[in-house]
């Protein structure tokens, strides 16, 4: 009998200390910004834009600086548009959607998210641990052009959510790390972004960008390392630096001017003489 009873109390009790398993808060979803660079500065509908391939001495126009700045922006923002339009748009998402609790500290934020009039499936988790947050976001698609359930990015955040990494991969077709994202928080401002193309056996490994707000007049800035693959044929470096709210700036790129020297636009992205400071 007192087997039994003992047995009884195991069937009955075990359950309930389960549910009864501390859940404390769920983790706080690092910024979208962590995941999405400012292109806003270089949009190509912001002024009569022209795409360069080849130096300064080719063409004459009055926003060359300006334009040669938005080309290398815009190959990391068509980049991110044609691959990673779904995984950064359902992480968008998750900043709007309440988790619920799994367990093991692990919490999960679940939904549906139209991209291009296409609906998905989107599920992120983050697991706690005394090392900082594990972050898996896994998505599908039903109908035409469907695909099962798969790991599209994943990233961990530091304890006190200053710092942390994203790896996204290509597709569902090729699931291969493709892009890896590093960033960080002074304050309550996303200030450094960096990314890095990974993917193995693409000319463009090994390519980066990195993004960052300063202080200054001009308070943003991008460092660009990328394999340009129109006409160049080779890495090239560019420093561009602006005004997030004057808009005027300046590039460095000896590849497209021949030149060391910084080429400077003002507020309305035409050609100007750089201050000589």
């Keep these: 009998m007192k087997k039994l009873f003992v047995a009884f109390l195991v069937l009955v009790l075990v359950p309930v200390f389960q549910s009864c398993e501390k859940k404390g808060n ?3 979803i690092p910024p979208f910004e962590t995941m999405a660079i400012d292109f806003s500065n270089f949009s190509t509908e912001t002024k009569s834009f022209q795409q360069f ?3 300064k001495s080719t063409v004459a126009v009055p926003n060359l600086n300006w334009s040669i700045a938005a080309t290398v922006a815009g190959v990391w923002n068509t980049l991110l548009f044609v691959n990673l ?12 959607t309440k988790p619920s609790y799994l367990d093991n500290k692990k919490w999960q934020w679940k939904y549906s998210v139209d991209v291009l009039s296409v609906k998905y499936t989107a599920r992120l988790t983050g697991q706690i641990s005394s090392t900082g947050v594990k972050w898996e976001m896994y998505i599908s698609r039903e109908g035409a052009g469907g695909f099962a359930e ?7 955040s530091a304890p006190d959510g200053k710092s942390g990494q ?8 090729e699931q291969v790390p493709v892009l890896q994202i590093d960033w960080k928080i002074t304050g309550t401002e996303v200030n450094s972004v960096k990314y890095t193309y990974i993917k193995t056996g693409s000319a463009m490994k090994d390519s980066y960008i990195e993004y960052g707000l300063t202080t200054g007049d001009l308070n943003a800035y991008y460092n660009v390392h990328y394999y340009e693959s129109t006409s160049m044929l080779k890495f090239i470096d560019v420093q561009i630096k602006w005004s997030t709210t004057g808009h005027h700036g300046r590039i460095k790129a000896p590849d497209y001017f021949g030149d060391d020297l910084w080429h400077c636009w003002d507020s309305n992205y035409n050609d100007t003489e750089c201050p000589s400071r």
């Design 26 to 28: 769920p983790p706080v």
């Design 53 to 55: 391939d080849l130096p």
């Design 85 to 96: 339009a779904v995984p950064v748009a359902a992480f968008k998402k998750a900043l709007e």
């Design 150 to 156: 798969f790991l599209w990015f994943e990233g961990t």
């Design 166 to 173: 994203w790896v996204l991969y290509h597709n569902w077709q």
